[in-house]
C-alpha cells in the first residue's frame, strides 16, 4: 500500500502511541494481598459480598462438574484486569457486568479483561463458565473423593481448586449453592437448605448461608447419605450427614452434638451460626476440618474401636471450637492461625479434662517440654515458618495446636480465671462475623485484664525460645534437637 508522507507520519504516531499504552498495561501475573506466608494467594482491588455456584454432578467423582460460579463485589479500585484465584479446571466464558470478557491464566489466578475498565466504589458481578475437576492427590484440598461421592477440604487455600474466588480469609462473603445431581444421591451443603426440586432423574438442591464465610471452609456434600435432625441447645437446628448404610451405628455419636454445644456455650455464648453439624465422610484424608455449619469428619475416627471414647469427643469439641474460633471470628492473615488452633486445642483439651479426667495442666506441661522444639521446627506461635514447597497442609505443625494453647494457658496463669474467661467471651462478640489480627486480640486482652500486657505477647507469641510458665517456674522445654531449623 503507497501511503503519502502526512499520512504516513500519521500512522507511525497512531503505532507509536499503540505501543506506549501497550507497554503501560503490564502483562497478566498472579497478584495476591501480601499475605507472608501464602504471597500469591487473594487479589487486590475488589471486596467480595457473595457468591452463587452452581455444580453438575453427573454420578462420577472422578469426571470434572460442570459449574457456573457468579461472583458480586465491589470495586476498591479502577480495574483494568481482575485477578481470580482458580486452577484445577476449564474456563469456558466470563463475563463482567453482563459482557463477555477475555481472559487468560498466570500462575493460579485467572486473569479477566473486561470491555471497560471498573471503575473504583462500584459494583462488580463476574460470572465465570468453567468446570471444577475432582481429580489429583487427596493431600492438594479441594474436592476430597469419597466412597460414595464427593465432600471439599478447602484449608488453607484450596478453595480455588474448586470454584474461582478471591480465596483469602481476610475477604469474607455469603455463599449461595446449587447443586444438581442423579435423584439418588443426597447434597448437603454450608447454611440452610432453600430448596430441593426433582426434574426426572435429577434433583437439584439449594444452600444460603446466614453469615459471611471465608472460601477455607465452603463445604459441599454429594453422596449416598442420610441426614439426621434433632434439636440443639435453644431450638438450634442441628443436621449431621453420615452414610446411608451407617446411620444406626453412627448414632451414639451423633446424639452426643447437641450436649457438646450446650458445654460450649456455657464456656463462650451463644452458638455464632444458623445450624450445625457433623459430616461423616468415608475418605482417608488424615485430618479432620471445621466447615462452616457443617464439620467434616473421617468415618474411621468413630468406627476404629482403638480410639478411646473420650479422645474422639474431645475432637469432635474441637471442631466445634472451631466454628467460634477461626469461622465466626476469622484470621485477617494466615500468621493469625495460632488464634483458630490455639482455641480449638485449648477447649478440646478443657473439655477432656471436665468430662474424662485428663488434666488440663498434664498436657499443658507435656506442651512445655516439647515447646521449644516446636518452635524451632515451624517458628513462633505468631511468626510461623512458611509451609513446606508443595506442602501447604504443612502449616498446621505442633507450634499452632498445643503450642498455641499454651500461650493461652500462660495467659490464664497471669489474668487469673476470671478475666480469661470474659476475654474468650468478649472475642467472640466484638468481632463475630468479620475478621481479626493478633495484634487484635492482645489489644483486647489489655482491656480486659486492665494493664499491658504487650511484653508478654511479645515473648510467648514471637521469641524463639519459650518463656517461664507463670506459676510453674519448675517447667522446663528441651533444647532444640541438634542440626534442626532454628
Known amino acids: 500500500m503507497l501511503l503519502t508522507s502526512r499520512r504516513l507520519r500519521a500512522a507511525l504516531l497512531a503505532a507509536a502511541s499503540a505501543t506506549l499504552v501497550a507497554a503501560a498495561l503490564p502483562p497478566p501475573a498472579p497478584l495476591g494481598i501480601g499475605d507472608s506466608l ?5 487479589n487486590p482491588g475488589y471486596d467480595v459480598l457473595r457468591y452463587d455456584i452452581a455444580f453438575t454432578y453427573g454420578g462420577s467423582n472422578t469426571k470434572p462438574l460442570d459449574a457456573v460460579t457468579k461472583i458480586h463485589a465491589w470495586a476498591t479500585e479502577r480495574l483494568d484486569h481482575i485477578n481470580l484465584d482458580f486452577t484445577h479446571g476449564t474456563v469456558r466464558t466470563v463475563e463482567v457486568n453482563g459482557h463477555p470478557a477475555t481472559f487468560t491464566t498466570a500462575g493460579e489466578d485467572l486473569v479477566v479483561e473486561p470491555d471497560t475498565s471498573v ?3 462500584s459494583p462488580l458481578t463476574i460470572t465465570v463458565t468453567h468446570t471444577s475437576d475432582p481429580s489429583g492427590p487427596a493431600d492438594a484440598g479441594g474436592w476430597v473423593r469419597t466412597g460414595d461421592g464427593l465432600v471439599m477440604a478447602n484449608q488453607a487455600d484450596a478453595a480455588h481448586r474448586v470454584f474461582p474466588s478471591n480465596d483469602h480469609p481476610a475477604d469474607k462473603a455469603y455463599f449461595t449453592f446449587r447443586v444438581t445431581a442423579p435423584k439418588e444421591y443426597t447434597v448437603v451443603a454450608n447454611g440452610v437448605r432453600t430448596a430441593k426440586a426433582g426434574t426426572g432423574p435429577t434433583t437439584t438442591w439449594g444452600y444460603r448461608t446466614k453469615h459471611p464465610m471465608a472460601t477455607e471452609l465452603a463445604q459441599v456434600s454429594i453422596g449416598r447419605s442420610a ?10 437446628p442441628v443436621r449431621d450427614v453420615v452414610p446411608a448404610a451407617d446411620r444406626v451405628k453412627l448414632e451414639p ?8 454445644l450446650e458445654w460450649l456455650e ?8 444458623e445450624t450445625y453439624g457433623v459430616l461423616i465422610a468415608d475418605a482417608a484424608t488424615g485430618y479432620e476440618l471445621e466447615t462452616q455449619t457443617l464439620s467434616l469428619f473421617e468415618r474411621r475416627l468413630f468406627t476404629n474401636t482403638d480410639f478411646p471414647e473420650w479422645y474422639v469427643d474431645s475432637i469432635m469439641v474441637h471442631e466445634l471450637a472451631h466454628q467460634w474460633f477461626g469461622n465466626s471470628v476469622s484470621p485477617r492473615t494466615w500468621s493469625d492461625l495460632w488464634l483458630n488452633e490455639g482455641h480449638a486445642s485449648w477447649y478440646e ?11 488440663l495442666q498434664t498436657r499443658m506441661r507435656d506442651a512445655y517440654k516439647r515447646s521449644d522444639e516446636w518452635r524451632a521446627d515451624g517458628g513462633p506461635p505468631a ?7 508443595g506442602q501447604k497442609i504443612s502449616l498446621f505443625r505442633p507450634v499452632v495446636y498445643d503450642g498455641s494453647a499454651l500461650v493461652l494457658y500462660a495467659l490464664r496463669q497471669t489474668i487469673g480465671t476470671e478475666a480469661f474467661g470474659r476475654l ?7 468481632y463475630r462475623d468479620g475478621t481479626a489480627t493478633t495484634a487484635d486480640f492482645t489489644a483486647l486482652a489489655s482491656q480486659i485484664a486492665g494493664r499491658d500486657l504487650s511484653a508478654f505477647f511479645k515473648e510467648w507469641l514471637y521469641a524463639q525460645r519459650t518463656p517461664a510458665m507463670p506459676g510453674h517456674p519448675d517447667w522446663r522445654s528441651a533444647a532444640p534437637t541438634a542440626g534442626r531449623a532454628g
Request: charged share 25%; aromatic share 10%.
Open 38 to 42: 501464602f504471597p500469591h494467594l487473594g
Open 119 to 121: 471503575r473504583p466504589g
Open 227 to 236: 441426614v439426621v435432625e434433632r434439636p440443639g441447645p435453644g431450638g438450634l
Open 253 to 260: 455419636w451423633l446424639k452426643k452434638t447437641p450436649a457438646h
Open 266 to 273: 456455657q464456656k463462650v455464648g451463644r452458638y455464632p451460626f
Open 349 to 359: 483439651a478443657l473439655y477432656a479434662e471436665e468430662k474424662a479426667q485428663k488434666p
Open 383 to 389: 511468626a510461623p515458618k512458611s509451609p513446606a514447597p
Open 424 to 430: 474468650e467471651r468478649a472475642w467472640v462478640r466484638e
